[in-house]
Structures are given as structure tokens and as C-alpha cells.
């Protein structure tokens, strides 16, 4: 399942689905607001994403890990708008009968949405004008 949102991810690591007695490996990967990026302080970014796209993409790359992997579930539940300095931007929980397989399989997974799931993101700094963050082609 993969879940774009603009509410806070703490909701779903809370989320019971994700529990399962068969699984001897749970893993999650929880992606952070820093506050500093390059020498500049951030005090908030900003997500942007193209959704209908985004979230096909982000299926898409779930199906390919439980195919890739022997893992058991795939989640990740990434944010849009506007966050704040130590908020989740990011959140990949995988389960499988391993620990190896899940540690895998989410590495996998965070990797590849970063790389291929069309979502933008701005820092906006504390003594710099906002910039958009490797996204290639777009106006700096």
C-alpha cells in the first residue's frame, strides 16, 4: 500500500494492520525534516507532488519489492505540503519471516521511490531564499 498524505505519519506507524504474528522481521524506515541542508538552516520544506501519478508509481514499486523479495507486506506513506523541522516526510514499514529480507526490501523500497515517484520538494532556509532540492529542470 502505498499512501500519499498531508496529515502527520505518526497515525499510521500507530496503525494496527501492520502487526502480524508470522513475521520475525518488522522494519521501518522513517524519513525526517531536517534543519540543515548544504551549510543552510531549513525551517520548513515543501512537498509537491503529481498524485494520481505518484501514487501508481508508488504501488507499482511496492509490487516490484514483494515480487523481489520474500517479504510478507510493503508500506510507505510519504507527505505532501508543508512540513516542519523534525516532522516524517517518509515512513517504508516491511515485514517478512527475516530480518535480512526486510532490511533489504525496504532499502529497496525508499531508494527507488526516491528516485522514481514524481514528487518535488522546496527547503525553505532561515537566511536564503527557498530552493527546489534535486529536482532536475526545475527553476531555481
Not at 68 to 93: D, M, N, S, T, Y
Not at 98 to 118: G, L
Request: glycine share 6%; charged share 35%.
Amino acid at each position: 500500500m502505498f499512501i500519499l498524505t498531508k496529515t502527520p505519519l505518526i497515525e499510521f506507524i500507530r496503525d494496527k494492520r501492520f502487526e502480524d504474528p508470522e513475521v520475525g522481521g518488522a522494519v521501518s524506515f522513517e524519513g525526517r525534516v531536517r534543519n540543515l541542508n548544504e551549510g543552510k538552516k531549513v525551517r520548513l520544506l515543501e512537498y509537491q507532488a503529481y498524485e494520481e501519478m505518484a501514487l501508481k508509481e508508488g504501488e507499482k514499486i511496492l509490487q516490484e519489492a514483494l515480487k523481489k523479495f520474500p517479504i510478507k507486506k510493503a508500506f510507505c506513506v510519504h507527505r505532501h505540503g508543508q512540513l516542519k523541522v523534525g516532522e516524517l516526510a517518509v515512513w517504508v514499514f516491511v515485514t517478512a519471516r527475516h530480518r535480512r529480507e526486510a532490511f533489504e526490501a525496504c532499502q529497496y523500497i525508499i531508494d527507488t521511490v526516491k528516485r522514481r515517484v514524481p514528487l518535488w520538494k522546496k527547503e525553505y532556509y532561515e537566511e536564503h531564499s527557498e530552493t527546489w532540492v534535486g529536482c532536475h529542470g526545475c527553476q531555481h
